[in-house]
């Protein structure tokens, strides 16, 4: 059975950073292409970025040159650097495949205040 569980959300203030790290269980981690995505009050959840096995990285245009995603394998873990932040960058973040994904975890709520 397939956990993701996403940590490392919080309030923060416009301009700063904030690390999120998804640890993964049940599956083979290495070979599956990951993603962050986030979902902000009212709208529809929202695809910032993956990563594939081989470590290519790919960025949604709201958040390219700001956001950077990373994995390690040995942890089972991919990561979500986030800097310059923006209050339009508020939402729950969660991760989980680039493509058919997995059931949902909880997500991680991110806060940036003006």
């Known amino acids: 059975q397939v956990q993701l569980v996403e940590s490392g959300g919080g309030l923060v203030q416009a301009g700063g950073s904030l690390r999120l790290s998804c640890a993964a269980s049940g599956i083979i981690f290495s070979i599956n292409n990951m993603a962050w995505y986030r979902q902000a009050p009212g709208r529809q959840r929202e695809r910032v970025g993956y990563?594939?096995?081989?470590?290519?990285?790919s960025y949604a245009d709201s958040v390219k040159g700001r956001f950077t995603i990373s994995r390690d394998n040995a942890k089972d873990t991919v990561y979500l650097q986030m800097n310059s932040l923006k209050p339009e960058d508020t939402a729950v973040y969660y991760c989980?495949?680039?493509?058919?994904?997995?059931?949902w975890g909880q997500g991680t709520q991110v806060t940036v205040s003006s």
């Open positions: 990563i594939t096995s081989g470590g290519y990285t």
């Open positions: 989980n495949k680039a493509a058919n994904p997995w059931a």
